[in-house]
């Protein structure tokens, strides 16, 4: 099986990026692939540009992505109480090729900040929508307090009972696809 992760920052060091890769790595036997959404930068979107451009080639690679893939893990950053430009952006464009973004994928939905709302406003959202959006949603976790329940070191979870919940939300996600 093929797994497909990647944070919707922009940010280098994104922690949302390392919970949605770690959490990925915790699917057995699973091929992971990490994106970094920095890789598909894009002109933001408006109907003009689309018109003018056509699908940029970011946007395309990204839908095939997705295409190439048994199921997703994302994690969401939350950026004043939404979500990131960075990704609303490559979103927008992926939705033009696509209404149905993730493709009728399982997927499971994460969300993490240094603070403790764990980015749940943003996660909420997206779980929302998931459906309008061809995700699969098997399953959502918020975790609070990124550095307090997260070794970026030694690259695993140092809280038990979130450890416990997002291992069993990576086995409903490996169930989903068999």
């Known amino acids: 099986m093929k797994v497909l992760a990647f944070g919707t920052s922009n940010n280098r060091q994104s922690i949302n990026r390392s ?5 990925a790595g915790l699917v057995e036997g699973a091929s992971v692939e990490i994106l970094d959404i920095n890789d598909y930068e894009m002109p933001i979107f408006s109907d003009e540009r689309e018109q003018e451009l056509g699908q940029p080639p970011q946007a395309l690679a990204f839908s095939q992505k997705i295409a190439e893939a048994d199921a997703l893990v994302v994690s969401f ?3 004043n109480g939404s979500y990131t430009a960075a990704y609303k952006n ?3 464009w992926v939705s033009r090729i696509d209404r149905a973004v993730f ?10 900040s240094p603070g403790p709302g764990g980015a749940a406003g943003v996660l909420a959202a997206a779980v929302g929508s998931a459906a309008h959006f061809g995700a699969r949603l098997i399953a959502s976790l918020s975790v609070p307090r990124f ?4 070794d970026s070191q030694a690259g695993h979870m140092t809280n038990p009972s ?6 069993q939300a990576m086995q409903l996600l490996n169930q989903a696809t068999a």
Request: avoid cysteine.
């Open 147 to 150: 550095q307090n329940n997260f």
């Open 162 to 167: 979130l450890l416990a919940e997002l291992k």
């Open 77 to 79: 950053a939350e950026h």
């Open 90 to 92: 490559l979103f927008d």
């Open 103 to 112: 493709q009728d994928k399982p997927v499971v939905y994460l969300a993490t």
């Open 19 to 23: 919970l949605a890769g770690y959490a």
